[in-house]
């Protein structure tokens, strides 16, 4: 983010306040949104802008310069196309950090232990994205609307998407 130019970001899913306080260190308005209470009670207590949503029946993603999404996409990988459209319609930016390499999608005790710690309803978070189911559906989103580079970091996969 260029905090020259992007000066109100959102936050969906924001779970923990890091990109919250990189906004207040550099002077951005900052909201963040998300399904759990107890993120939102401690963003509030610390004096964040933040409010419940759920993105799954959300109308619409109010404006911002750009909106940030942090390891949480692949709970929505089943309404994706909506999702990502609705939130390219309310802000020229979206920036995406995705894990693409999981314990999750191990077999045994491990893969079982990650997929129990990361549910957020009732059922285990089994799907994944790896690199190339990632890049792959993004792509046929955007349908060539949108411009979007990406960049692997060890685990995760960093993406751009912005407005033609």
Known sequence: MNPEKEKKVVELCFGDIYVAKWCKANGIDYTGFDINKHFINNAKRQGYCVEFMNLRNASLIPYSDVVVMMGSLYHFHDILNELINKIMESSPSLIISEPVSNLAQRKGILGYIARKTTRVGNNDEAFRF???SLSEV????????????????GKEMIVDIRRN
């Open 138 to 153: 993004l792509k046929k989103i955007s349908n060539g609307r949108w411009r979007i580079s990406f960049r692997q970091l």
């Open 130 to 132: 790896n690199e190339n």
